[in-house]
């Protein structure tokens, strides 16, 4: 058992903090452990504070938990930071996203190809960037040996960024990658006989390996799609209820047979214009929902998570256990285990976003891929050097990083000219006129004095 302090950044995002919060309880080699919850939203922080410490009493978990609006405060000589703090806020990013398509941009100027997912801000995520090279200034000064675990969204820009311009430890983490269980389940294999591997970057991974009881399963996947798919389809055409409800749709079958190997995850969610130019064109390809990205599914998300601080708010208002609400089993998420694994020495595989260096060829080092690597008390071990097809590195590899190059781009040197170079090459754009409006429009609301300078 290991003693440590884990500050927890955005702490009132309460659907990743109480599922965080459950893994500490049920993982003993961190009892004894500082967790400090930080947010700036006094209502969501206390909300995030009352659940922790009635969840940790509940099962008698020995962990010290505190909270405080102060950020430099938890810092101090944290060994772990979690960051998962949105600047801003939902309400922002769909202001800017209204405003974007008033000027003729469908779901936003960050729309763009492989880069369809609705939280993932990049050349517009000017606050975002600049909170996380807030928090590692700060790690730099109080805690310079923490380890940050970034799950905040842009995860490939952020990674990549701070692997650039710091020395902190940065690992990226997202659960894209959890998506083959929805494949395996689908094609109607045991997952315990599944052995898999997806590589790329963040929500641009690939089945690069996929074995069910020590064979080749890619026939498999095969064989559903001649003989199975349709039927699927029809059947989950009429009751398809989850917007995420994706991993097997017709997109993710499309890509499959465009690229060569088979999508995972957020992957599915994002490709090109073809799957995502208007909303009957969504529902083509992802359902009667339009997939988790479209007006309809992204709608249905933001009132999930309203619904859950509601569910959660009521659990505390009651005499009940929790632990009924929310059983105390270890979750599908990795924060948790990789804190474990780092301050207990316990070799495991975790899927991670990290700097390339020679892991995936004609990639550059100081890119941020998604791997699985070995993490104990040394750190990060990157396992294999991989390759991916020549079509998916030239089509779908090199076109989104392209994209992460021009957002940091922006985001470090600044210039209204650069967010003109983003649009001018992007399909929904019709005149110059269009382009400066947008940009005005935007640079213009009150929230974004701040970015309007930086573009200036």
């Not at 903090?17 to 209502?43: A, Q």
């Not at 983490?173 to 997806?198: A, I, M």
């Not at 989950?236 to 995420?244: C, G, S, T, V």
């Amino acid at each position: 058992m290991t003693k440590v302090k884990i500050a927890i950044i955005g702490a009132g995002s309460v659907a990743w903090s109480t599922k965080i919060i459950r893994d500490l309880c049920v993982t003993p080699g961190l009892y004894g452990s500082r967790i400090i919850l930080v947010d700036i939203n006094k209502e969501r922080l206390d909300l995030a504070y009352g659940f922790a410490t009635r969840y940790a009493s509940e099962v008698k978990a020995d962990l010290k938990i505190e909270k405080t609006m102060n950020r430099r405060e938890a810092l101090v000589a944290a060994d772990f930071v979690v960051n998962m703090a949105m600047a801003m806020g939902h309400g922002y990013y769909e202001k800017m996203r209204m405003i974007s398509e008033k000027y003729g941009y469908y779901r936003g100027i960050n729309s763009v190809e492989w880069n369809m997912v609705s939280d993932y801000h990049t050349i517009w995520g000017y606050y975002q960037f600049k909170l996380v090279m807030d928090i590692v200034r700060d790690i730099e000064e109080l805690c310079p040996d923490a380890w940050l675990i970034e799950l905040a969204n842009p995860v490939f820009e952020i990674t990549t960024l701070v692997g650039r311009e710091s020395k902190v430890k940065v690992i990226g983490l997202c659960h894209g990658h959890l998506g083959y269980k929805d494949v395996v389940k689908v094609l109607g294999l045991n997952v315990r006989d599944v052995e898999y591997e997806t590589i790329g970057f963040n929500h641009t991974i690939w089945l690069t390996k996929f074995y069910y009881k020590g064979e080749d399963a890619y026939p498999l996947i095969d064989q559903w799609i001649e003989e199975r798919a349709e039927n699927y389809w029809r059947r989950w055409r009429r009751e398809q209820k989850n917007p995420f409800d994706v991993h097997m749709s017709p997109a993710a079958v499309d890509m499959y047979r465009t690229y060569g190997l088979f999508p995972i995850g957020d992957t599915v969610r994002n490709g090109t214009w073809k799957y995502h130019w208007d909303l009957e064109t969504k529902k083509k390809w992802f359902g009667p929902i339009g997939g988790p990205d479209s007006e309809i599914g992204w709608n249905i998300y933001l009132e999930n998570q309203a619904k859950e601080i509601e569910k959660i708010k009521n659990a505390l208002m009651k005499s009940g256990s929790l632990t009924d609400i929310y059983p105390p089993v270890r979750s599908d998420e990795e924060i948790v285990p990789i804190i474990d694994s780092i301050a207990n020495d316990k070799r495991e595989i975790y899927q991670v976003n990290v700097l390339n260096k020679g892991v995936i060829d004609d990639i550059p080092d100081d890119v941020a891929v998604e791997i699985p690597a070995i993490i104990d008390s040394n750190g990060i071990h990157r396992i294999t050097r991989n390759k991916l097809p020549k079509r998916i590195m030239n089509y779908v590899m090199y076109p989104r990083m392209i994209r992460m190059e021009w957002a940091l781009e922006a985001f470090l040197e600044g210039g209204r000219d650069l967010l003109f170079e983003w649009l001018i090459v992007d399909p929904r754009t019709k005149s110059l006129r269009q382009i400066e409006e947008v940009i005005d429009a935007l640079l213009s609301l009150p929230e974004n004095k701040e970015m309007a300078r930086h573009f200036s």
